[in-house]
């Protein structure tokens, strides 16, 4: 039995939340206070045996804010959670009996509502929370209550594990006071033991230290209250009454029984406490208490090692049929399969809303890619508020450089630039875009104008593919086509302007020939430092100074790419993006002098991204950058011109 759909209305985060279909184990991730927690909780007040009446009863604050009614004025909390895949084998369709809403596949429905109670719906005065009602029902009729579901099925919710310690040290309420209780010892086990724990004591007694300090306290206390007082003070390790001794068992971490759970790391206490909440649960299914168990787990990677984390995970998922993990964890979500992928985030008015990786439009092999993809590289692309997608190592280190010398610091807005090492961009497009995850992403590709003589356009070519809209794929396409046949001797602007309308940035060349008038002195310095040849440096030099002037040719092309890769691109790109912090920003901007407030507040991003285009041949970058800052900030980086030298970038 596992969770296919659940919908939320009106609580907490939630206006209309609705996962369908939920994955087999749902993965949920997003930022802080977006409402992970708060999901979770949802599924309790309806799943959960343990959860009490009282706290199914709704209180003002857990009202979503951004409903169309509060609480005073009659709102209808509701919460749906539907099922499938029941075995039958082993009594599952009898706990569901009464819930069904679907034969094929087989489907049960439970469902939570909070309401005002009948006749006060349209009352004039403000209600309260005693004004109101709580329903839990199953199928689609109202009168039909599911007489056994939350007696045969149990919602375990592990919670954040950030406190094992104590939580293990308290017996009532601990997972080991269950586990003990299901299976005891026997009781000539627990007589012989409370026999020895006796003489022990007794031998203990009778040391003339143990037995003085007991005195003397005794004294005290006929001193301190009179002889009225009922205690005799008898010093001791543990009850030697046999149905005692059970509640004096420890957990300790070594067969010596020497270290206890408090003496070991947080991050073992933890897994230690997860895994007897399991055994907890394993042992109800084998007793029968329960027919199924939903397994929730939130943050589980609390004080644990990134290697722990993974190892934990992957255990989880195969041993758990029903499992919702909520996590901030890059590398639990890197190993977690594409399907499973849950992100939260809030919709333009700010109520949360999810969006699902399953939902993407991907081959298996695609799949597949993108999964090892996430495992080995950039997992936290599932954490941004935005992608930049780029072709190689060299972007990921000089992008961000160039943004934050213009006030835009990718880092702090939750922008990453994400090297997919490659030019195949539709499958990250596809995850990143509708009806997937949603995420606000651009791409950054090298024009590749020519294969060996012949003009290709491959940079324009893939832009086709990306385009949003079949229109403009057909048009970048005939622009394709019409440059081709001129042999790339006609103007390519019209084309990359089209790309950008699907926010594609198409360079001229390759990323260094069409950064080199913009950086010249910054390449040149950064080669310096990483070869000390003079002939070498001299032919770099002589090669950047080339596109500095424009007077490039394919030979200088080639020695400019040759000389790089000499010494790695990627360590190149390292170096030059330390010497581009801290260039004045103007003059990463070409030859623009916007200076007049107004003029550029009344540009669009249209506009900007034209204009920046414009710069030269590194202009695609500036415009790829321009984009990422009115998606995620809302203006231009061109209003660094207006800011004094000295002044920091206002927070958003």
Known sequence: MRISRLAIRNFRNFRNLAIDPFPDNGVIVGENGIGKSNLLHALRLLLDPDLPYSARKLRTEDICEFSDRSLADGVEV??????????????????????????????????????PRLGLAAATEPLGRDDYEIRIFGGPNEQDAPRRFSDDVSLTVLPPLRDAVNELSRWRGSPLQDLLEARPPSRSALDTAATDVRDAMDTLAADPAITGLAGDLDTRLTDMAGPRLDVVPTLGFA????????????????????RSVGETSTGNANVVYLGLLLERLASRKARDLIVAGLLAVEEPEAHLHP???RQLFRYLLRNETSLVVTTHSPHIAAVTDLASLILLRADSSGATVAACAGHANLSKDE???LERYLDANRAELLFCSMAILVEGPSETYLLPAIASTLGFDLDAHGVIVADISGTNFGPYRRLLGQP???????????????????YVAAGLTRAAKFAYTFELEQEITAQVTALGAAGGKTDPTDARLAAMKSNVFVGVDTLEPDLAPLLADEMIAAYQELDDSDSLVGRFTAAVESFRVGTSDDERRAELLRRIKSVSKGRYSQRLA?????????????????????EINALDQVETANLLLSAGTYGYVLAALDRASWIIRGHSILQILNKPESEPESPE
Do not use: M, W
């Open 78 to 115: 509701r919460i749906e959670v539907e099922l499938i895949d029941i075995d039958e084998s082993i009594g599952e369709d009898g706990t569901c009996d009464g819930c069904f809403v679907n034969l094929n596949p087989l489907t049960a429905r439970l469902t939570y509502v909070f309401r």
């Open 239 to 258: 009850s030697s009454i046999p149905d005692r001794l059970l509640r004096s068992i420890r957990l300790f971490v070594d067969t010596n029984r020497t």
């Open 307 to 309: 290697v722990l984390q």
């Open 367 to 369: 799949v597949a890619d």
């Open 436 to 454: 997937a995850l949603n995420i606000p992403n651009v791409v950054v590709t090298d024009g590749d104008p020519f294969s060996g003589k012949r």
């Open 578 to 598: 330390d010497h581009v912090h801290g260039t004045d920003p103007q003059s990463l901007l070409g030859d623009l002098e916007l200076t007049d407030d107004e």
